[in-house]
């Protein structure tokens, strides 16, 4: 009999523009104060313009922390808290790519439940209480929004993690003009993240339910049917909405059917080498799913008539197709297809393969058991 808990963000608001409307959700939560945390980026696209409009027409204090970076660590989220309390904020509105989002939440976590930052860490160790929380995703790929994780770079190599249904906001809005113009580069990079977070979901081998594979299964049909169109043409807009929508049900997905093999090990390369995690997720995507082949082709070959239409063939043909198209994406969208792109070399590969041996949460989800050997072959496949 199944037995199974799917939780997700309670609230998601999707239309182009809402988030010029920001303020209205703000005062509806009795809220007069507000941290926006987001990066500088996203400033220097005036992204915030209107959102900041808005909360100053209604009267809604509002101070900016635009210190988040990619991977952010621990002094980056320390820094957020410090921010929140210093304003003496009673909402915190995370707006930007994943960093930001997941730097939001911790902050609205911290500055009302007064726990450390260490005290957090792992799977249900926060106790709250948060302050109200709003997220609004500026990139198509993370799927913070509807995500109880929270991600920190804690040292060379090495990232550590919240888990709590505290994470998950009490609003999302997914505002697709907010994405418009976004580089094809970046917009390349976060699709893959949001490819493999469905791949992953899909073929987990903890806690897969159907919730979450119909979830995936949208996503990716989603994700591959606009990816092209959004990276050629950053201006059309429905390309973009469904981009994003696309990594929303990926995110959901993979919320409550973890990921994997591939996020173990693009966390060190990410982590050590400053790479973006879109681009560290679409450099390993495809020897890992090689490498995870024989235990689930009849998984890839479900999910291949949706980024491959009209392929037919035994699932193992499927599979495979599947497998290597899904490999030849980065070179084909312009991103880096070798670890020696990102300046990585073989001096580097046992010190990333140690790391990545140390994400137990994610190489437990596995389908197939990694070994420290494996993840060097993998890791040299790609070199």
């Known amino acids: 009999m199944l037995k199974m808990t799917f939780q997700t963000t309670p609230s998601i608001v999707i239309e182009a523009g ?5 303020a209205t959700q703000v005062k509806a939560m009795g809220c007069l104060s507000v941290l926006l945390v987001t990066d500088a980026g996203v400033i220097a696209a005036r992204l915030l313009d209107g959102v900041l409009d808005g909360l100053v027409r209604e009267n809604i204090a509002v101070t900016v922390f635009s210190q988040v970076q990619a991977d952010p660590p621990e002094s980056v989220i320390l820094a957020a808290v410090d921010a929140a309390k210093a304003c003496s904020a009673d909402c915190v509105v995370g707006l930007g790519g994943g ?46 929004e509807v995500t109880a994780v929270s991600v920190v770079t804690t040292g060379a190599g090495e990232k550590n993690v919240v888990i709590s249904p505290l994470l998950l906001p009490d609003l999302a809005v997914l505002d697709a003009e907010l994405t418009l113009g976004l580089p094809a580069h970046v917009t390349a990079a976060t699709g ?45 807009l429905k390309a973009r909405e469904d981009m994003l929508l696309g990594a929303c049900l990926a995110g959901m997905a993979f919320a409550n059917a973890p990921v994997a093999a591939v996020h ?89 393969a140690t790391d990545a041996m140390k994400q137990l949460r994610l190489l437990g989800n596995n389908p197939r058991e990694v070994r420290y050997e494996d993840v060097l072959a993998i890791y040299r496949e790609i070199l």
């Open 192 to 236: 893959i993240d949001a490819m493999v977070h469905a791949i992953e979901a899909y073929t987990t081998k903890h806690l897969k339910n159907p919730i979450s594979d119909c979830l995936a299964r949208e996503a990716l049909q989603l994700l591959s049917g606009s990816l092209f169109q959004a990276c050629n043409d950053g201006t059309h």
């Open 18 to 22: 809402a988030s010029t409307r920001l």
């Open 264 to 352: 173990a090990l693009a966390y060190p390369i990410g982590a050590r080498f400053h790479v973006p995690h879109g681009v560290s997720n679409a450099l390993v995507l495809g020897p890992v799913m090689r490498f995870n082949l024989d235990a689930v082709a009849h998984l890839y070959a479900q999910l291949a008539p949706i980024v491959l239409p009209g392929i037919e063939g035994c699932d193992r043909h499927k599979a495979s197709a599947l497998v290597e198209y899904l490999g030849s994406l980065a070179d084909g969208l312009c991103l880096p297809a070798r670890l020696s792109e990102v300046g990585i070399v073989e001096s580097d590969i046992e010190a990333l």
């Open 99 to 144: 960093s930001s989002l997941d730097a939001a939440k911790l902050a609205a976590l911290l500055a009302r439940s007064q726990e450390s930052l260490a005290e957090v860490y792992g799977i249900n160790q926060a106790k709250g209480p948060r302050l109200p929380l709003i997220l609004v995703p500026t990139t198509a790929g993370t799927g913070s």
